[in-house]
């Protein structure tokens, strides 16, 4: 299995401004996730990062909102643009498990912004 | 729109019962996952069921599949404190993408 680390692991920002979580895995992987789980809800798939090409979208989300960098098979990152209140959530990266057909996840950063 | 919904929403139980989670999806699927998630945590993968097989055990936990009907259920059996959590079904329809369900707030009381 893959040990995955995030950073920050909470933070509390002002609307308006941008943060920029990072995502650690100790070993090398070939996709990466980015997901958002609002308060009590479930999780929502934000963008599908792969080393060395643009970061796939899902529906409703933006590459402009949230803008994400991938530079290694072993790192990436997730911007919240220009926030506000409603971007308030857990914001979780996952790996795929190799062939194992498993995800992997992060221990979440906690966004809440005022 | 979620693939998955799961039932019930919340359930409450005492230590050393059972319990039974649902979900339902709406596609086909390759493969479907459980996990929980420990108040508003990382989430622990469970365990993994092949739209080929219709029961699968891991411990205390029993999953079983009707593609049929598309849904999926989790069995804890003999619950434990330890076990107060929220799970999520997921489903894999493309490698390495899963789409959640809503997901089951378990409370197991001592």
């Known amino acids: 299995s893959a040990v995955i680390s995030q950073k920050p692991s909470r933070d509390i920002c002002q609307r308006g401004t941008s943060l920029t979580i990072q995502c650690q895995v100790d070993?090398?992987?070939?996709?990466m996730f980015w997901y958002r789980q609002q308060p009590g809800q479930s999780l929502t798939l934000i963008a599908t990062a792969n080393q060395g090409s643009e970061a796939t979208y899902e529906s409703g989300f933006v590459i402009d909102k949230f803008p994400i960098s991938r530079p290694n098979l072993t790192f990436s990152t997730l911007t919240v643009s220009n926030m506000s209140p409603e971007d308030s959530s857990i914001y979780l990266c996952?790996?795929?498990?190799?062939?194992?057909?498993?995800?992997?996840f992060g221990p979440g950063t906690r966004l809440l912004v005022l | 729109s979620q693939q998955g919904e799961e039932d019930p929403q919340a359930l409450s139980i005492q230590e050393g019962e059972n319990a039974t989670m649902n979900c339902s999806y709406k596609t086909s699927i390759n493969n479907l996952q459980w996990y929980r998630q420990n108040s508003g945590r990382g989430l622990v993968h469970l365990i993994l069921i092949r739209s080929n097989e219709r029961e699968k055990h891991s411990g205390r936990l029993r999953v079983t599949l009707d593609t049929s009907k598309k849904s999926s259920s989790l069995l804890i059996t003999a619950s434990r404190a330890a076990d107060t959590a929220s799970y999520f079904c997921a489903t894999n329809t493309n490698a390495g993408k899963s789409t959640f369900g809503d997901g089951t707030t378990l409370t197991v009381k001592p």
């Open positions: 070993s090398q992987v070939t996709m």
């Open positions: 996952s790996v795929d498990g190799g062939g194992t057909e498993t995800q992997y």
